[in-house]
């Protein structure tokens, strides 16, 4: 994949006030309508490649992995390590992690159609999640899946629901989106009886879609397992370059 906005790219020398500026930046060149030659149902079927993204790490290094699926088939992994410069801060995760996740999607020799990230798109303080921010680097249509709420609020209770659910996300005075508006969903990809309760993912856009498109994404990846497919096979794929690490 070739890097289309290099003024993007996540420098963890920035100042806190220089991350955020550009995270606005990033936001105000995101597009959160469907810009996109594909449908959802396109995505089992094989016609599009999806790109699942995700990360391990190892003491002071990162570790991202990336498998890239047609249908049930992987065509295609690559992943990349670099040194971790800043601690965790909340909003500021690609300033983190983005440095190996940009270098693993550099070195892919496939260009995916969808990528399918470990983390907030939308749902972020300012629009501006690691998914929003990868996608608008690469030009290329994004999708966040995370498994805790950053910010927003849901628009009703999010205990125990059932599979296939969905829970709008509305935008709260945290956020600079405008209040009420949905920004992504709450979305209970997996419920299983008899078990104790499996909480929602929280998918967002990241770039070129709109909030329901980018959860119908997500469910068109399926998988029998709570996380969608592509995130989970790039997470068995970290654990394991991790051992061999």
Same mark, same amino acid.
């Given at each position: ?8 790219? %996540?420098? #963890?020398?920035? /100042?806190? @006030?220089?991350?955020? &500026?550009?995270?606005?930046?990033? &936001?105000?060149?995101?597009? +959160?309508?469907?810009?996109?030659? +594909?449908? %959802?149902?396109?995505? #089992? ?15 002071? *290094? ?15 992994? /690559? ?6 410069? =800043?601690? !965790? =801060? %909340? ?14 999607? @550099?070195?892919?020799?496939?260009? #995916? ?13 300012? @629009? &501006? ?7 608008? =680097? +690469?030009?290329? #249509? ?42 992504? !969903?709450? !979305?209970?990809? *997996? ?8 909480? %929602? ?8 879609? /709109? ?7 997500? @469910? ?16 068995? !794929? ?8």
């Amino acid at each position: 994949m070739k890097v289309e906005r290099e003024r993007f790219l %996540p420098d #963890p020398a920035l /100042s806190r @006030e220089e991350m955020e &500026a550009m995270q606005r930046d990033i &936001a105000e060149t995101a597009v +959160f309508t469907d810009d996109v030659d +594909f449908d %959802p149902d396109d995505i #089992p079927a094989g016609d599009v490649l999806v790109a699942g993204v995700d990360q391990a790490f190892l003491d002071d *290094r990162a570790l991202s992995a990336v498998v890239v699926l047609r249908g049930e088939e992987i065509v295609a992994q /690559s992943h990349a390590v670099t040194p971790l410069e =800043i601690p !965790y =801060i %909340p909003g500021l995760l690609a300033f983190r992690e983005g440095e190996p996740i940009v270098a693993a999607l @550099e070195n892919l020799d496939v260009d #995916p159609d969808l990528l399918v990230l470990d983390g907030s798109g939308r749902i972020h303080f300012r @629009e &501006a999640g690691i998914a929003t921010h990868i996608g608008v =680097i +690469f030009e290329t #249509p994004a999708v966040g899946v995370a498994k805790n709420l950053l910010c927003g609020e849901p628009r009703r209770s999010v205990d125990s629901l059932p599979a296939g659910a969905r829970v709008a996300i509305e935008a709260d005075d945290s956020m600079t989106a405008p209040d009420g508006e949905t920004v992504g !969903y709450a !979305y209970q990809s *997996r419920q299983y009886p008899d078990s104790t309760k499996i909480n %929602p993912l929280y998918v967002s856009a990241g770039h070129r879609l /709109s909030a329901d498109t980018a959860v119908d994404c997500v @469910e068109a990846s399926g998988g029998q397992y709570k996380l969608p497919r592509p995130t989970r096979l790039a997470d068995q !794929y970290a654990d394991d370059l991790k051992d061999d690490l």
